[in-house]
């Protein structure tokens, strides 16, 4: 359903618009986790986080109507940023983002600075997505995924193809997963360049559709989450995702809140790096032993996002 040429594409489509995110081996984490562990930055990536690279590539394939009739999406928070960067690297005038009221005030902040309506609602994705898909309805305004499109699963994919090119050798990626296009394009980029290496998502046990899913045989989508630090995690698995990931992910794990906010103390302490909850759920699996057979291996842990604010940091800390 997506190839490795398919991301291929995406990378060279939309590298113009986005960041090489540097492949960082952390001494301290390693020798805490007892494995080689590099981390893959996606909070260096623009707009804090990985979510440029699927909105880049989606909205480059819409047609000169589909975009004359204005952009919308729906988000926790990342996305919507992700979609501002590429409406403003492609010189898109009209969209409108929908995102749950209670996200993240630095994604909020940001959000504010691009040439975007916002719209905040609810307090759940689905809330901001079913408005989002009502607006569209209502306007014929195109709607951009945010993960269930094989399209944006492509260029969210263009952050595992640069991993695989950066290591010679791996034996374990370990990826956050909320809506799974994330975990679907890495895996189908690392599957084609490093046949043996394992791939493992991580959902916050608040959110653990993922998992059921994998149990199910089925994407289960929307979800009813419990409450969680890492939004950008919580609700459902994406169907096509989904698809694309189910015969090549080894499997899914789960992390708890307090072991999402120690790895993120972790990770400052150790390269002072900040990383949001739902950023961090990779770093937390490792370091907290959710994946067995790690002890000595190279593993990489992608960081997703670093979209958090100084109160939420420092109630955390």
């Given at each position: ?137 209502a306007t014929g305004a195109t709607f951009v995924p945010a993960y269930d499109d094989l399209v944006v699963i492509a260029g969210q994919g263009t952050a595992g193809l640069e991993i ?67 939004h950008g995690l919580a609700g459902g698995l994406g169907t096509l995702p989904f698809a694309v990931a189910r015969e090549i992910v080894n499997e899914i794990v789960l992390v708890s ?46 960081v997703s996002g670093g979209n958090i604010d100084a109160a939420t940091l420092k109630a955390i800390l």
């Amino acid at each position: 359903m997506v190839s490795l040429a398919d991301i291929e594409a995406a990378r060279d489509a939309i590298a113009p618009h986005v960041l090489r995110t540097p492949l960082l081996r952390s001494p301290a984490l390693s020798e805490a986790a007892g494995c080689d562990l590099l981390l893959k930055l996606e909070c260096r990536q623009h707009t804090g986080s990985f979510k440029p690279r699927g909105a880049l590539n989606k909205i480059r394939t819409l047609s000169a109507a589909e975009r004359d009739r204005g952009i919308v999406a729906a988000s926790a928070g990342n996305h919507a940023l992700g979609v501002a960067h590429a409406c403003q690297a492609f010189g898109l005038r009209q969209a409108d983002v929908f995102v749950q009221g209670n996200a993240a005030p630095a994604k909020i902040a940001k959000l504010r600075r691009y040439p975007v309506r916002l719209h905040l609602v609810g307090t759940t994705f689905e809330e901001a997505q079913q408005a989002a898909l009502a607006h569209s309805r209502a306007t014929g305004a195109t709607f951009v995924p945010a993960y269930d499109d094989l399209v944006v699963i492509a260029g969210q994919g263009t952050a595992g193809l640069e991993i695989a090119e950066d290591v010679d050798q791996v034996d374990a990626v370990v990826v956050p997963v909320g809506g799974g296009a994330l975990l679907a394009g890495i895996a189908v980029a690392i599957r084609a360049r490093h046949p043996k290496a394992r791939i493992v998502g991580v959902n916050p046990e608040a959110s653990p559709s993922a998992l059921l899913s994998w149990r199910r045989g089925a994407a289960i989508d929307p979800y009813d989450h419990e409450e969680t630090l890492a939004h950008g995690l919580a609700g459902g698995l994406g169907t096509l995702p989904f698809a694309v990931a189910r015969e090549i992910v080894n499997e899914i794990v789960l992390v708890s809140e307090s072991e999402l906010k120690r790895a993120m103390a972790a990770l400052i302490d150790a390269e002072q790096v900040l990383a949001e909850a739902s950023g961090i759920a990779a770093v937390a699996a490792v370091l907290y032993g959710k994946v067995a057979g790690l002890a000595g291996k190279r593993v990489v842990a992608v960081v997703s996002g670093g979209n958090i604010d100084a109160a939420t940091l420092k109630a955390i800390l």
